[in-house]
T-cell receptor, first 110, second 121 residues
Framework: QSVLTQPPSASGTPGQRVTISCSGS????????VNWYQQVPGTAPKLLIY???QRPSGVPDRFSGSKSGTSASLAISGLQSEDEADYCC???????????FGGGTKLTVL | QVQLQESGPGLVKPSETLSLTCTVS?????????WGWIRQPPGKGLEWIGS???????DYNPSLKSRLTTSLDTSNNQFSLRLNSVTATDTAIYYC??????????????WGQGTMATVSS
């Protein structure tokens, strides 16, 4: 059972906009910034969004992040087949005193 | 170009110690980044193991801390993990990563490819 809660799956068709949610609590998302990672099966995770809504160099602006209260969201617009991957949120937890991850959401491009 | 590469034995016997090393190229481990270990059991999500700075400051997963030792070798630009008294639940892909920003943000911007460690007799 992950500390951060994500839907296990999401899907969309090419060109569509998809959002993935990440629900936490006051000790993690509610008081710290959120990061998002993309993991293509069989490969290492890749930093996609940091500090709630910042994109590292090289990440397309089709990917955006937001946070409100104890929840965060990742939005992917103009969905492409190459976006098919697992997406995972992460944040520091003040109570557990460590980095906590969501269970991951498997995105399927139909 | 910054690269991280994990190395270590793929198979460890129960109750023994898992030892892994991460070799860093393109970035000094003495720089103002922090370094971390994250693992992923087969078919499951990511689990943070620990993050630490060359200054000696570090944070570790409370559930693993009693079995965990980390170290940095600045002369070889490597850092290591030792996890003792392993059981089957420690079977996972182990990733090393570079952390940026505040140590308590969990922002890992560069990852190694990962190494599979299996605990089995």
């Amino acid at each position: 059972q992950s500390v951060l809660t994500q839907p296990p799956s999401a899907s969309g068709t090419p060109g569509q906009r998809v959002t993935i949610s990440c629900s936490g609590s006051s000790s993690n998302i509610g008081s710290n910034t959120v990061n998002w990672y993309q993991q293509v099966p069989g490969t290492a995770p890749k930093l996609l969004i940091y500090s709630n809504n910042q994109r590292p160099s090289g990440v397309p602006d089709r990917f955006s992040g937001s946070k409100s209260g104890t929840s965060a969201s990742l939005a992917i617009s103009g969905l492409q087949s190459e976006d098919e991957a697992d997406y995972c949120c992460a944040a520091w937890d003040d109570s557990l005193y460590g980095v906590v991850f969501g269970g991951g959401t498997k995105l399927t491009v139909l | 170009q910054v690269q991280l590469q994990e190395s270590g034995p793929g198979l460890v016997k129960p109750s023994e110690t898992l030892s892994l090393t991460c070799t860093v190229s393109g970035s000094s481990i003495s720089s103002d980044y922090y370094w971390g270990w994250i693992r992923q059991p087969p078919g499951k999500g990511l689990e943070w193991i620990g993050s630490f700075h060359h200054s000696g400051i570090g944070d570790y997963n409370p559930s693993l801390k009693s079995r965990l030792t980390t170290s940095l070798d600045t002369s070889n630009n490597q850092f290591s993990l030792r996890l003792n008294s392993v059981t089957a639940t420690d079977t996972a892909i182990y990733y090393c990563a570079r952390g940026s920003g505040s140590r308590r943000q969990g922002t890992f911007d560069i990852w190694g490819q990962g190494t599979m460690a299996t605990v089995s007799s």
